[in-house]
C-alpha cells in the first residue's frame, strides 16, 4: 500500500517486514526478514521495490529496532524522521510480539511469563532512547502505533521524551491498519508540514480510508516497522 506512493527527492520510505511460517503465503511465501527502500508501484499484490534480507530477526526484540531505525537514518539522512511501528498492541504493556524465532524468554516479569517475549513498554522506551544516543537525534518528529489500543496515557507519557508528536488508537484498529497510500501521497505533496499536520492526516485518511480494502502490506499477518524521512535536499542535514 505504501509503495502506491513510494519514495520522492523529498521524501524517502524505508520499511522492515518480517514474516512467519503460515501467517501468509503470496507473494513467494517468503518468511525471512527484509528492509525496503519503497518505490512507486501499483500492484497491491507483491512488494516490487528492492530489498535486502538480513536472515530471520526476532521482531518482539527491542535490538532489532535499535538496529533498523540506526540504519536507516545512518543511510538516509532527513532533516525530520517519522517512525510507525505495526502489529499488534496491547496498551500499557506494550506489543510486537514475534512467533519465530522461538528463544529464551528476555524478562522474568509476571507479565512477560503469562504473555511471552514482546516489546514491552519499557523496552520500547529504553530502545528510543539507544536510538537517539547512538544517532545524535533529538526527537523524532512523529512516532505512530498502528496497532490496536495504544491510545494510553502510559503510552503517550513513554512516548514524549522522543517525539514531537505521536499518534495512536485507544481502540482496537480493523485489520488493514492505517490509510498508508491517503497520507503518504500528502506527505509526499507537502514534506515539509509538521508531525501536528501529518498526525492529523493520518487520522482523517484512517477514518476515510478503513472503508477501501487493501492489500496484504496493512493485514496484521507480520511485524514490521516505516521509518519516513522527509525534507532530505541531497545534503547531510546539519
Known amino acids: 500500500e505504501a509503495e502506491r506512493v513510494g519514495s520522492t527527492d523529498r521524501v524517502k520510505i524505508v520499511a522492515q517486514m518480517d514474516r512467519y511460517q503460515g501467517g501468509f503465503s503470496g507473494d513467494g511465501n517468503w518468511t525471512d526478514t527484509r528492509r525496503y527502500l ?3 508501484d501499483d500492484d497491491l499484490d507483491s512488494i516490487a521495490s528492492d530489498y535486502q534480507s538480513i536472515g530471520e530477526a526476532d521482531m518482539s526484540d527491542p535490538q532489532t529496532l535499535v538496529d533498523f531505525v540506526t540504519w536507516g537514518i545512518q543511510n538516509f539522512p532527513a532533516d525530520k524522521y517519522v517512525l510507525i511501528m505495526s502489529d499488534h498492541g496491547m496498551g500499557w504493556p506494550g506489543g510486537w510480539t514475534d512467533p519465530e524465532p522461538r528463544s529464551a524468554r528476555r524478562s522474568t516479569t509476571p507479565l512477560a511469563q503469562a504473555i511471552g517475549d514482546a516489546m514491552y513498554l519499557q523496552d520500547i522506551d529504553a530502545a528510543l532512547q539507544t536510538i537517539r544516543d547512538q544517532t545524535g537525534l533529538d526527537a523524532f518528529e512523529l512516532i505512530g502505533m498502528d496497532a490496536c489500543l495504544m491510545g494510553h496515557m502510559e503510552v503517550f507519557t513513554m512516548l514524549a521524551p522522543h517525539a514531537r508528536y505521536a499518534a495512536a488508537s485507544q481502540e482496537v484498529e480493523p485489520a488493514v491498519g492505517w490509510a498508508y497510500t491517503a497520507f503518504l501521497s500528502q506527505l509526499a505533496q507537502n514534506p515539509d508540514v509538521t508531525g501536528r499536520e501529518l498526525g492529523q492526516w493520518i487520522v482523517d485518511t ?3 480510508g478503513d ?5 496484504f502490506l496493512a493485514e496484521g499477518h507480520h511485524e514490521g516497522h516505516v521509518l519516513v524521512g ?4 541531497g545534503e547531510t542535514p546539519e
Open 38 to 40: 519503497l518505490q512507486q
Open 206 to 208: 484512517y477514518i476515510v
Open 211 to 215: 472503508e477501501e480494502p487493501y492489500g
Open 230 to 233: 522527509a525534507g532530505f535536499d
